[in-house]
């Protein structure tokens, strides 16, 4: 049984980054896609962006520059950074495999809350 | 980039009635690109249809996909308590490369 579980801060500073990391069980970070998507307080989930097991990534362009994914192969984990986050990015942020074109498994979800 | 519009926004239908979920697309989706899930409260979304009409492992035959180009559907044809949710549509391969529907909100009248 596949299973992703998302670790993180759940309060970041305003101008900081965020730091979050997906550690996967069940699976190999080696194969398929795996991807970030956040779910603002009462909206909609929105995409963040995804890795390939050869670490080439795609990501949403509404968030620019700002974002960096990377994998952890020893470790079969891998990780999201935002930078210079506001109370705009404050969400709940979810890790899934993408198998083909959807996403079959995802993790709890973890609240990230950006604040002074 | 191509933007998915759900509607209606919310729905509020009865246990055992049919309820028809609506996505739009604003440019032509292949339906091998498209999916839906399901979200309830405090709980991360569950696939329940990919490939526009293919079910989920687990997901109950009461739910259908269909659809193609830029209309698709999901249709639950008769209600139960516990599909009382929030179905978003996703769409995979244009630019984004991902994209989420605005969710539809399925209530209890």
């Known amino acids: 049984q596949v299973q992703l579980q998302e670790s993180g801060p759940g309060l970041v500073k305003p101008s900081e980054t965020l730091s979050l990391t997906c550690s996967v069980s069940?699976?190999?970070?080696?194969?398929?896609?795996w991807s970030w998507v956040r779910q603002p307080p009462g909206k909609g989930l929105e995409w963040i962006g995804y890795?390939?097991?050869?670490?080439?990534?795609s990501e949403n362009p509404s968030l620019g520059s700002r974002i960096t994914i990377s994998l952890d192969r020893s470790k079969n984990q891998f990780s999201l950074k935002l930078r210079s986050v506001t109370a705009a990015d404050t969400a709940v942020y979810y890790c899934?495999?993408?198998?083909?074109?959807?996403?079959?498994?995802w993790g709890k979800g973890t609240t990230v809350t950006v604040s002074s | 980039e191509i933007v998915l519009t759900q509607s209606p926004g919310t729905l509020s239908l009865s246990p055992g009635d049919r309820a028809t979920l609506s996505c739009r697309a604003s440019?032509?989706?292949?339906?091998?690109?498209l999916a839906w899930y399901q979200q309830k409260p405090g709980q991360a979304p569950r696939l329940l249809i990919y490939g526009g009409s293919s079910r989920a492992t687990g997901t109950p035959d009461r739910f259908s996909g269909s659809g193609s180009g830029t209309d698709f559907t999901l249709t639950i044809s008769r209600l139960e308590s516990e599909d009382f949710a929030v179905y978003f549509c996703q769409q995979y391969g244009g630019s984004p490369r991902v994209t989420f529907g605005g969710g539809t909100k399925v209530e209890i009248k």
């Open positions: 069940g699976d190999s970070i080696t194969r398929n896609y």
């Open positions: 899934a495999r993408i198998t083909s074109t959807y996403m079959d498994v």
């Open positions: 890795i390939y097991s050869t670490a080439s990534t």
């Open positions: 440019q032509s989706v292949s339906s091998s690109n």
